[in-house]
Nanobody
Framework: QVQLVESGGGLVQPGGSLRLSCVAS????????VGWYRQAQGKQRELVAA???????NYADFVKGRFTISRDNGKSTVYLQMSSLEPEDTAQYYC?????????WGQGTPVTVSS
């Protein structure tokens, strides 16, 4: 059974940091592109960052160097280190893994940036 389980979300003040984790199981994580998406209330889901099996990364412009994505293939885990968080970063954050026709999603973890 394929599973992607996110954790690490929560409430943080503007300027603060959070580290999201996503643990994968049920498929060969190593050969999938993995990434983080987010969906704010009333908006479409958008890519935040992704990392290929070789370690190449891609970031959305709004990340502006504030976020870092990384993966640990031995642990089948992908991380998103978020710093300098802004209220506009408030959203449900989803983990994604895809390879060819295969596309897997987690249930999401909420991030709220508020004072």
């Amino acid at each position: 059974q394929v599973q992607l389980v996110e954790s690490g979300g929560g409430l943080v003040q503007p300027g603060g940091s959070l580290r999201l984790s996503c643990v994968a199981s049920g498929f060969d994580f190593r050969f999938h592109v993995v990434g983080w998406y987010r969906q704010a209330q009333g908006k479409q889901r958008e890519l935040v960052a992704a990392v290929t099996f070789s370690g190449s990364t891609n970031y959305a412009d709004f990340v502006k160097g504030r976020f870092t994505i990384s993966r640990d293939n031995g642990k089948s885990t992908v991380y998103l280190q978020m710093s300098s968080l802004e209220p506009e970063d408030t959203a449900q954050y989803y983990c994604n893994a895809h390879r060819g026709p295969y596309d897997y999603w987690g249930q999401g973890t909420p991030v709220t940036v508020s004072s």
